[in-house]
């Protein structure tokens, strides 16, 4: 069984940086085969595609709201993905998950992950 647990969250000022982690274990082969998604939630509010990297081919997606300010990317040895967030704003606050999905393309829909993580609560505040 595929478990993730999310890292790197906390409160922060307008303008600044936050890395997230996303570590995961139990995967089929190796965290290569899986597509990884971030995603954002806040009260009310429907689950968010926020960013994307697919297998080891390294396709990557990012919504329209972070794009240019969020990277995305895999340390395959340590069985992990990161989400560098910079340039962060007021609307960027919500808790963050990360999922998986055994694919070789990105994958947007949260509906079509198997596995998440507890989510890692992201403040952006002054």
């Known amino acids: 069984q595929v478990q993730l647990v999310e890292s790197g969250g906390g409160l922060v000022q307008p303008g600044g940086s936050l890395r997230l982690s996303c570590t995961g274990s139990?995967?089929?082969?190796?965290?290569?085969?899986?597509?990884i998604g971030w995603f954002r939630q806040v009260p009310g509010k429907e689950r968010e595609s926020v960013s994307c990297?697919?297998?080891?081919?390294?396709?990557?997606y990012y919504s329209d709201s972070v794009k240019g300010r969020f990277t995305i990317s895999r340390d395959s040895t340590k069985n992990t993905v990161y989400l560098q967030m910079n340039s962060l704003k007021p609307e960027d606050t919500a808790v963050y998950y990360c999922?998986?999905?055994?694919?070789?393309?990105?994958?947007?829909?949260?509906?079509?992950?198997?596995?998440w993580g507890q989510g890692t609560q992201v403040t952006v505040s002054s």
């Open positions: 139990g995967f089929t082969g190796t965290m290569d085969y899986y597509t």
């Open positions: 990297l697919s297998n080891s081919e390294g396709d990557t």
């Open positions: 999922a998986a999905v055994m694919s070789h393309t990105i994958v947007i829909p949260a509906t079509l992950y198997d596995f």
